[in-house]
C-alpha cells in the first residue's frame, strides 16, 4: 500500500537557519504530494502541493520539489522564524479511484529559537 | 468564522461511557473525513463520507461509529470508550471537483479517557 516516510524529529534549529524535512514515498500511480502544517493548538494547513514530476509547490517561504526519480518530496526554507515552529507533515494522494485519501507521514516537529 | 468547527474542543470520559465528537462545516463540501492522531503515528483515517447517504469505514474503525446528520454535519461516536482511544480527533472536508484533492481540517478535540 501506499506510505510516507519523513524524517524523525524532533528538529531545533536557530532563527534565520536553513530547514530541511526530508520525505519519500511509496505509492502505485502517479500521486500527489502535499506538505500540511500543524501550529500550536491548530488543525493542519495546507502548506503546499505538487501534482506531477518535477512540479515544485511553495509558500510562505517554503519549497518542495517532486521528485518522481527518487521519490521524494523534501521540504526546504531557506531562513526559518520563530513563528515557523510546527509539526510538519508530509501526505500523498493516490491518483485515481482513490484519490479522496490522504496517506500521512508521522510528522517532523520543528522548534526554532530566537 | 472557521469554516470547519468541532466541539467540543477538550473532553475527558470514563471508561465505559459513549460519548459523541461532533463536526460541521461552512465549506459547501460534500466529503467529510474523521481522523485520530497519536504521537509519532500521525494521522489515521476512521470514516469518511462522500455524501449523506455514502459512508464508509477507514483504517481504524472498530470501536467508532459515525452519523451524517446532514452535507454539513459529521458526528463521531465511542459507543464504550476505552483508554487507548485518548487521542486528538480531527474532522476534515474536501471539495471532489478540487484537482488536487486537498483536505481543509477543524481544529480538533482533544479526548481523554480516564
Known amino acids: 500500500g501506499d506510505s510516507v516516510t519523513q524524517m524523525e524529529g524532533p528538529v531545533t534549529l536557530s532563527e534565520e537557519a536553513f530547514l530541511t524535512i526530508n520525505c519519500t514515498y511509496t505509492?502505485?500511480?502517479?500521486?500527489?504530494l502535499f506538505w500540511y502544517v500543524q501550529y500550536p493548538g491548530e488543525g493542519l494547513q495546507l502548506l503546499l502541493k505538487?501534482?506531477?514530476?518535477?512540479d515544485k509547490g511553495s509558500n510562505k517561504g517554503f519549497e518542495a520539489t517532486y521528485r518522481k526519480e527518487t521519490t521524494s518530496f523534501h521540504l526546504e526554507k531557506g531562513s526559518v522564524q520563530v513563528s515557523d515552529s510546527a509539526v510538519y507533515f508530509c501526505?500523498?494522494?493516490?491518483?485515481?479511484?482513490?484519490?479522496?485519501?490522504?496517506?500521512f507521514g508521522k510528522g517532523t516537529l520543528l522548534t526554532v529559537n530566537p | 468564522d472557521a469554516d470547519v468547527t468541532q466541539t467540543p474542543r477538550n473532553r475527558i470520559t470514563k471508561t465505559g461511557k459513549r460519548i459523541m465528537l461532533e463536526c460541521s462545516q461552512t465549506k459547501g463540501h460534500d466529503r467529510m473525513y474523521w481522523y485520530r492522531q497519536d504521537p509519532g503515528l500521525g494521522l489515521r483515517l476512521i470514516y469518511y463520507?462522500?455524501?449523506?447517504?455514502?459512508?464508509n469505514k477507514g483504517e481504524i474503525s472498530d470501536g467508532y461509529s459515525v452519523s451524517r446528520q446532514a452535507q454539513a454535519k459529521f458526528s463521531l461516536s465511542l459507543e464504550s470508550a476505552i483508554p487507548n482511544q485518548t487521542a486528538l480527533y480531527f474532522c476534515a472536508t474536501s471539495d471532489p471537483t478540487g484537482s488536487p484533492y486537498e483536505q481543509y481540517f477543524g481544529p480538533g478535540t482533544r479526548l481523554t479517557v480516564t
Open positions: 505538487a501534482t506531477k514530476a518535477d
Open positions: 505509492a502505485t500511480g502517479y500521486p500527489s
Open positions: 463520507s462522500f455524501d449523506v447517504k455514502d459512508i
Open positions: 501526505a500523498l494522494s493516490e491518483s485515481g479511484g482513490s484519490n479522496y485519501k490522504l496517506t
